[in-house]
């Protein structure tokens, strides 16, 4: 075989040879007509050949030193697809799959972040008369003080739902992936009714959930309304003179209650419900780590999450198709 490759190999160098010798004969007739000289032929064409031997010798060195970065950019991009996709990964021996992407966790730890700083600066405020809100108050500084910093929690607050409502959602595929998930449908009523069956005997099995069960929906539009009425009417307050001027005391009034009461119903939600499911729930206790890594094992992804598992599977197959 390899003798027969290395006859084909000169075969094709002396074809290639015979048409470049014929150009240059072709082309020297027609500038000199027949008083070329032979051995000027062979020169030029010598000279030809070497300078495309030499070409692509330097072309196919530069192909082969640029084929590894080429594989590492692909798998690169296979590797971004596929955490996109929330695809399974390895490390270690131990399965998990990428569920939240660092855009997302970044997002949620400024909501965290400013949502601490809100509460322990806006119940104080609250609640100024009594013993520990007026005790808290003295140790920060001052109302001036616990006023300014609360604002700054509200910066931060704003600065996040901004980003995620009109940057993250419509432009990046994973966050209109997500905002479409999110939405509520006909089968969250179901899987609340099965759920309730569950606890209570009358079912043998938990509703399956896809990338969001109903839990992980109210959270998110429990944030989502949170913020737009925290952020519409604290924002009337912070200018209140010119808030008052322009809608009137009574508006501004309602936008305090409703800022006072909505900070309690969120403070409340978060210390209870979200507390519960994602740090006091005994499975995740102390706490899961989704937040930080974005990672959750494929036990707990089959467990909690057992319809997207069967699509990301799905997937997975179909593209080791392709």
Known sequence: MNEKNDKDLADNGNELRDKVRKQIIEELREKYGNGYKEEEV??????????YASIKEKALL????NQPAKEIAKMERAKADAASHGILAEKEGEDFFVRFGINF??????????????????????????????FLI??????????????????????????????????????????????????????????????????????KFGRFSYI???DYWAVYWGCLVMIGSGFLMWVEVESINMFGKTIVDICKEAHSDEGLLCTLAILIWHFYNVHFNPKVFPMSWVWWNG??????????HPLEYEMIMKDKKHRGKH
């Open 42 to 51: 062979e020169k030029i064409a010598s000279d030809i050949l070497e300078g």
């Open 62 to 65: 530069d192909y082969i030193k």
């Open 105 to 134: 966790r970044a997002q949620h730890m400024l909501l965290f972040s400013s949502c601490i700083i809100l509460i322990l600066t806006g119940m104080p405020e609250k609640f100024y008369y009594t013993g520990i809100a007026s």
């Open 138 to 207: 003295k140790l920060i500084g001052g109302m001036g003080t616990v006023t300014f910093i609360h604002r700054i929690g509200a910066v931060g607050l704003i600065a996040m739902f901004t980003y995620h409502v009109l940057i993250y959602t419509p432009f990046t595929r994973q966050g209109r992936k997500d905002f479409l998930e999110l939405l509520p449908g006909p089968k969250d009523i179901f899987d609340v009714i099965q759920m309730i069956k569950y606890f209570f005997g009358y079912a043998t099995e938990k509703p």
């Open 216 to 218: 992980e929906k109210f």
């Open 295 to 304: 990672k959750i094992s494929k036990e707990d992804m089959i467990e909690e």
